[in-house]
T-cell receptor, first 112, second 116 residues
Framework: GENVEQHPSTLSVQEGDSAVIKCTYS??????FPWYKQELGKGPQLIID?????GEKKDQRIAVTLNKTAKHFSLHITETQPEDSAVYFC???????????FGKGNQVVVIP | DARVTQTPRHKVTEMGQEVTMRCQPI?????VFWYRQTMMQGLELLAY????????DSGMPKDRFSAEMPDATLATLKIQPSEPRDSAVYFC??????????????FGEGSRLTVL
């Protein structure tokens, strides 16, 4: 089955700087890659996703890039703000699969 | 504002007791998931339903866990008997999904279970 790994496990950034979280996946058939944000005491919430037919997708201060050859995809947060402090989960699945495999999460801390 | 509702939010129980967690998915969503979150394992899929039919419960310890959807507005996860290693946060999520799992999952706020 699909195995998703996230690096680094914890990331501290100064407010206003950029944060990048990278995920690697094992199944070359995977073609859907969402990112979820989990704030303290809450459930994960989808913030952006990308499908394999595109290499990059942006939504305001967040972007995701996908490298299918290397089997990794990254979340980019620009101009970080304190409310970006959270745990971020990446996931991967292939069309027709019945499992969405999540990584173990990255703790992002934005220092004011 | 549609959301997934889970009860209880917190539960402390003793080993051997039965625990039932409940979830009300978002109206109109056809797929409901149960996940377990721990520091060591992250988010693990326990079971999921499509149109109330169980599609995959391979992530669930069958001898003590059971998941059901008695109707479209209620999903339950039961643990009997509970053990300390079951201590975790249990999330329910729902989505309007096709045959694949590509699409947004809406998570509840979770049920934090502590088994002493």
């Amino acid at each position: 089955g699909e195995n998703v790994e996230q690096h680094p496990s914890t990331l501290s950034v100064q407010e206003g700087d950029s944060a990048v979280i990278k995920c690697t996946y094992s199944d070359s058939a995977s073609n859907y890659f969402p990112w979820y944000k989990q704030e303290l005491g809450k459930g994960p919430q989808l913030i952006i996703d990308i499908r394999s037919n595109v290499g990059e997708k942006k939504d305001q201060r967040i972007a995701v890039t996908l490298n299918k050859t290397a089997k990794h995809f990254s979340l980019h947060i620009t101009e970080t703000q304190p409310e970006d402090s959270a745990v971020y989960f990446c996931a991967a699945t292939a069309y027709g699969n019945n499992r969405l495999a999540f990584g173990k999460g990255n703790q992002v801390v934005v220092i004011p | 504002d549609a959301r997934v509702t889970q009860t209880p939010r917190h539960k402390v129980t003793e080993m051997g007791q039965e625990v039932t967690m409940r979830c009300q998915p978002i109206l109109g969503h056809n797929t409901v998931f149960w996940y377990r979150q721990t520091m060591m394992q992250g988010l693990e899929l326990l079971a999921y339903f499509r149109n109330r039919a169980p599609l995959d419960d391979s992530g669930m310890p069958k001898d003590r866990f059971s998941a059901e959807m008695p109707d479209a507005t209620l999903a339950t996860l039961k643990i009997q008997p509970s053990e300390p290693r079951d201590s975790a946060v249990y999330f329910c999520a729902s989505g309007l999904l096709g045959d694949s799992l590509t699409g947004e999952l809406f998570f509840g706020e979770g049920s934090r279970l502590t088994v002493l």
